[in-house]
């Protein structure tokens, strides 16, 4: 078993003061998910949103501190969740600390390379929170898969990813109305989840 590597940033944390970065392209499930982040207890302005693999690199390369935790989407726009996964994994060899990576996703089996840890798509909030418990709690028992999961992109195979279920509000909303038709379908997960 490797030995479980520091994560000071994690000492004395808690779900108030948790650094969230959400990587996902769909807008709609953007929001459902922040609102899970935030009924769990991660406060609203640590959550930050990158669009896609590529954008979220480039946060984690101009930032001092790594986030505590990302929440990394498979299929994206410009550089797909497991690419990303590795390229920040890389940029962490120059900072004093680690992010705790976790998959989402409803089609690739298994955690992505250089992932912690990984939960199904949609994310569920009882899933979320006891996730979280583990992050504040034992934020060590993560390393792990981390360790054991550091192969190359190449080397896992991109055509194993199979094709997305995920689906987008551009073809789901028609153009006209997809702003009020997309929050209207926020808030019905909202009612569901009972946030």
């Known amino acids: 078993m490797q030995e479980a590597i520091e994560l000071p940033h994690l000492n004395n944390k808690s779900l108030e003061t ?20 935030i009924r769990a207890g991660v406060r609203e302005e ?38 990303a996964t590795l390229k920040i994994r890389e940029k962490e060899k120059t900072k004093s600390t680690n992010s705790i990576i976790f998959a989402c996703s409803s089609s690739y ?16 909030f009882e899933e979320l929170q006891e996730f979280l418990a583990k992050v504040i709690h034992a934020p060590e028992a993560f390393w792990f ?26 073809t789901l909303f028609p153009r006209r109305n997809r702003e009020k038709t997309s929050e209207d379908f926020i808030q019905s997960w909202e009612d569901r989840l009972k946030f």
């Open 18 to 37: 948790l650094t969230v970065l959400v990587v996902e392209d769909n807008r709609v499930i953007q929001q459902v998910v922040k609102k899970l982040f």
């Open 46 to 83: 640590n959550i930050t949103i990158a669009d896609n693999g590529k954008i979220a690199v480039e946060l984690v390369e101009k930032s001092s501190d790594s986030y505590d935790v990302i929440y990394m989407d498979e299929l994206m726009p410009e550089m797909q969740g497991p690419e």
């Open 109 to 124: 089996d298994g955690v992505f390379p250089g992932s912690n840890t990984r939960l199904n798509k949609p994310l569920k």
């Open 145 to 170: 898969n981390a360790e054991q999961t550091a192969c190359s992109y190449a080397d896992a195979g991109s055509s194993s990813l199979g094709s997305s279920r995920n689906f987008d509000a551009n």
